[in-house]
Nanobody
Framework: QVQVVESGGGLVQPGGSLRLSCKASGRIFSMYNLAWYRQAPGKQRELVASVNAAARRNYAEATRGRFIISREDAKNTVHLQMNALNSDDTAVYYC?????????WGQGTEVTVSS
């Protein structure tokens, strides 16, 4: 059973930066397709960014150019570097791991952008 744990959320001022991390268990981490999603209050969960096993990255329109997703297969970890944050980025951020029949979500980490 794959387990996923996020960390790095918190309170940040507008224009600031934050780095989220997600560590997943399993010996085949390098095969996983990894993604970050977020869910703001009263809204549906949406894709923020993803990176596949070939390190191909994909970003939502709202985060392209500000966020960077990266993976460290040797550490079973995926990061989300978030820059130029604004109030629209306030949400609970979730890490998702997928591969074949594996589809696992973390418990989420809260990001609040406020002055």
């Amino acid at each position: 059973q794959v387990q996923v744990v996020e960390s790095g959320g918190g309170l940040v001022q507008p224009g600031g930066s934050l780095r989220l991390s997600c560590k997943a268990s399993g010996r085949i981490f390098s095969m996983y397709n990894l993604a970050w999603y977020r869910q703001a209050p009263g809204k549906q969960r949406e894709l923020v960014a993803s990176v596949n096993a070939a390190a191909r990255r994909n970003y939502a329109e709202a985060t392209r150019g500000r966020f960077i997703i990266s993976r460290e297969d040797a550490k079973n970890t995926v990061h989300l570097q978030m820059n130029a944050l604004n109030s629209d980025d306030t949400a609970v951020y979730y890490c998702n791991v997928r591969w074949r029949d594996i589809d696992v979500w973390g418990q989420g980490t809260e990001v609040t952008v406020s002055s």
